[in-house]
């Protein structure tokens, strides 16, 4: 980004995304419609792209956002069931081999990343606490995945699109919200950030910030 700060508009337009992607698949398999399902994830992907585009502001993010918005559209014609039941599989995955690779022993634990951030250097308990917290987003994923593998494998549309676009999320916000309370019990003598400075820390942090080695 050449040193500059990113605009807040274009966070604040990838959190929208972020929550009206899978409400609006979910009310197109409501309202009888699944088949425009494809077509607003492929949307969806293609504006997500424009924005890290915007954001990372190199030549070759125009390129790859470009080419990628490409095989979208081609999928979107040619495998629109690709499109429709891929990306939660893929997302939960994803970020299941993210915290797990950081629980490699020359890896920082991505909570780790977030806790220091928000404490600076971590006393060993909390340390403990942030490594085996790692540990149950991991599992969590990738039971997410899972779960959204075998229902559009086995059960109803509905069925499928109401656990991967709704209950799914649901599960993130409790486990997100319930474990800041209980930190904040188990853990009374330290300073606990409010839920809405964590989730600046976790924008803060980036995938790049995570896989970086162990100093």
Do not use: K
């Not at 030549?59 to 999928?75: N, P």
């Not at 999320?169 to 919200?177: P, Q, T, W």
């Amino acid at each position: 980004m050449h040193g500059t700060t990113l605009p807040r508009w274009i966070p604040r337009a990838a959190w929208f995304l972020a929550c009206a992607w899978p409400l609006s698949l979910h009310a197109s398999i409501l309202a009888g419609r699944p088949e425009w399902a494809p077509s607003l994830t492929a949307l969806a992907a293609a504006f997500a792209l424009a924005l890290w585009a915007l954001a990372i502001r190199r030549i070759y993010a125009a390129f790859v956002a470009a080419a990628v918005a490409l095989v979208l559209g081609t999928l979107t014609v040619m495998a629109p069931e690709a499109l429709l039941y891929a990306p939660p599989v893929l997302i939960n995955a994803a970020l299941a081999f993210v915290f797990g690779v950081s629980l490699r022993a020359e890896r920082v634990p991505v909570v780790t990343v977030f806790a220091r951030l928000e404490q600076g250097v971590l006393p060993p308990d909390l340390a403990f606490y942030t490594r085996c917290l790692t540990w149950t987003w991991t599992v969590f994923f990738a039971a997410m995945a899972t779960i959204s593998m075998g229902l559009a494998a086995f059960g109803p549309l509905e069925a499928w699109s109401t656990f991967s676009n709704l209950v799914s999320y649901v599960l993130i916000g409790i486990l997100f919200v319930g474990e800041h309370a209980y930190r904040r019990r188990r853990f009374h003598e330290y300073r606990h950030a409010p839920l809405f400075e964590l989730l600046r820390n976790v924008r803060r942090a980036g995938v790049l910030t995570l896989q970086r080695p162990a100093s």
